[in-house]
C-alpha cells in the first residue's frame, strides 16, 4: 500500500541504540539484573528446603522412564517421561501397587512400542532396585516388615539430590571413520530407488497377470 500525496519517501535511520545516545539518555533503554546474585542464592536456598523436606527421598522425587520425544525432529534424543508401563514394571517383578510406595512413578496409558525402549527401563528399574534402602515406618521393632533395609545399613545414608535420580544416558551419535568397501562401491541407491519404484508401480499388473495365469492353468 503506498502513501498518499507528493511527500519525501521514508528513509528513517534508527540510530537509538544502547551506548550511542547522548548524555543521560544514554543508557535509558538498558535493563538493570541487579538481583542476579540475589535470586541465584533464593533458588539454591529453595532446593536444599525442598530437599531437607523430602529427606531420606530422592530430591528429584519419582524416578522416571527414559523415552524418546515425539516428532522426526526430536526422536533420535532421550529424556525423561511420565512414568513407567505396566509392561516394564511386570519384567522387572515390581508390583504397580508397591511402585508408588518406594518412588516409582506409574503410567498406565504409555505403550512399549519396541523392545529396546522396554530393555532399556526394565535395566533402569533394576538398577534402582539394587541401589534402594527402605526405611522402617516407625522406631520400633515391631514395625520393621519383610523387605525393609536393617538398620544397620541405614546409618549415615547419604540423600540422592541428581536431578533425574538415575542420569539419563546420552548416547554417541559419531560415526567412526573408515574405508569404502567393494560393495558399497558397486551398489547404487539411484538404481535400487528406482527398482524398488518401479515394482511399486507395476505391482498390480503383475499381480493381475498371475491371477489370469492361475486361473488358466486351473
Not at 534508527?14 to 542464592?41: C, E, H, I, P, S
Not at 525442598?50 to 522412564?65: D, E, H, S
Not at 512400542?113 to 526405611?135: G, P
Amino acid at each position: 500500500m503506498g502513501h498518499g500525496g507528493n511527500n519525501v519517501v521514508p528513509n528513517v535511520h534508527f540510530r537509538k541504540v544502547n551506548g550511542m545516545q547522548a548524555g543521560r539518555k544514554n543508557r535509558v533503554m538498558m535493563r538493570t539484573w541487579l538481583d542476579q546474585a540475589g535470586r541465584k542464592k533464593r533458588r539454591s536456598n529453595n532446593r536444599k528446603a525442598k530437599a531437607a523436606k523430602l529427606f531420606p527421598r530422592p530430591a528429584a522425587g519419582l524416578l522416571r522412564p527414559v523415552v524418546h520425544p515425539p516428532t522426526q525432529r526430536y526422536n533420535m534424543k532421550l529424556r525423561l517421561g511420565r512414568g513407567f508401563t505396566l509392561d516394564e514394571l511386570k519384567e522387572a517383578k515390581i508390583p504397580r501397587k508397591v511402585a508408588k510406595t518406594i518412588g516409582i512413578a506409574v503410567d498406565h496409558r504409555r505403550r512399549n512400542r519396541c523392545a529396546e525402549s522396554l530393555q532399556t527401563n526394565v535395566e533402569r528399574l533394576k538398577l534402582y532396585m539394587s541401589k534402594l534402602l527402605l526405611f522402617p515406618k516407625k522406631s520400633g521393632t515391631k514395625s520393621v516388615k519383610k523387605g525393609d533395609t536393617p538398620r544397620s545399613e541405614l546409618k549415615n545414608v547419604a540423600q540422592n539430590t541428581l536431578r533425574e535420580i538415575i542420569p539419563v544416558p546420552k548416547p554417541s551419535t559419531e560415526v567412526e571413520a573408515r574405508a569404502i568397501t567393494a560393495d558399497e562401491k558397486e551398489k547404487s541407491a539411484y538404481k535400487t530407488l528406482k527398482k524398488a519404484r518401479t515394482n511399486k508401480h507395476f505391482l498390480g499388473a503383475k499381480m493381475k497377470k498371475e491371477k489370469a495365469a492361475a486361473a488358466k492353468d486351473a
